[in-house]
């Protein structure tokens, strides 16, 4: 029951698992909004993600959404049936999509990096050049508790990262502050590697390092944190792995 509820977070979501992705992402989202309006919930912000626009070097809020897999695809008709709801029965939602987020944990691809780090090492395809757009957790919350303070946020999709970083400067940061070795993988043999009829664990990563987006977004922050402070800062190193 929602009795009593003004303001709701929507962060539910699974990653993997199709036949679970089209239930909780797509059809448990519907549900929710419809009990949102039933209550008439004040707010509602929507976590979304950037994995719903089709993958390109820059990415803007007036890019094209064709999401290239099923995550992004589950999502993307999560939103279209909330802003439908918003244009129909006036749904108060207020659509987020993160970029990488980061800090606190190693979920998504930047704990990924950050997992490796602890494990001693960072890895490094071709040039190293490819660009993602990263926000801490922090700042994602700041932006969730914001959004809701602001009527003119309601029925807007906000790209949500402040900062658009390249491998070489993640990798850069760490090594900087730990005792970690680079491993560098030419780019023709990782290509080798990606085209390999069986199963790597190798190759998630390889298409991670080698995924090149830089999103643009459309909430502005005066001040966030930046990859290299977070870094420098020891948050999420223990001191005996510090130089």
């Known amino acids: ?121 960072c ?5 190293g050049e490819y660009k993602n757009t990263i926000i801490h957790v922090d700042d994602l919350v700041t932006i969730a508790i914001n959004v809701v303070q602001n009527e003119e946020y309601i029925g807007k999709t906000l790209i949500c990262g402040p900062e658009t970083i390249t491998i070489n400067e993640i990798n850069h940061a760490l090594k900087a502050e730990r005792h970690i070795n680079e491993i560098y993988i030419p780019y023709k043999i990782a290509m080798w590697i990606l085209k390999l009829p069986f199963h790597l664990k190798i190759k998630s990563t390889i298409k991670q390092l080698t995924r090149e987006s830089e999103y643009i977004t459309n909430y502005k922050m005066d001040t966030y944190i930046k990859y290299r402070e977070y870094i420098n800062s020891g948050e999420f190193y223990d001191r005996k792995y510090r130089k």
Do not use: Q, W
């Not at 797509?26 to 419809?34: G, N, Q, R, V, Y």
């Not at 919930?41 to 809020?61: G, Q």
């Not at 992004?72 to 990488?100: F, H």
């Open 1 to 121: 029951m929602m009795e009593h509820v003004e303001i709701v977070y929507h962060l539910a979501g699974k990653t993997t698992e199709e036949g679970d992705m089209n239930k909780i992402n797509t059809i448990a989202t519907k549900k929710l909004f419809e009990e949102c309006i039933r209550y008439r919930v004040k707010k509602v912000v929507f976590f979304s993600t950037v994995a719903v626009y089709k993958t390109n070097k820059i990415v803007t809020i007036s890019s094209k959404k064709e999401p290239t897999n099923v995550y992004g695809k589950t999502k993307l008709e999560a939103e279209k049936i909330g802003m439908e709801y918003y244009k129909k029965d006036k749904l108060p939602l207020i659509i987020l999509e993160p970029c990488s987020v980061y800090g606190k944990t190693y979920n998504g691809s930047m704990g990924k990096i950050l997992k490796r780090a602890e494990n001693g090492y």
């Open 123 to 127: 890895i490094k395809i071709g040039k």
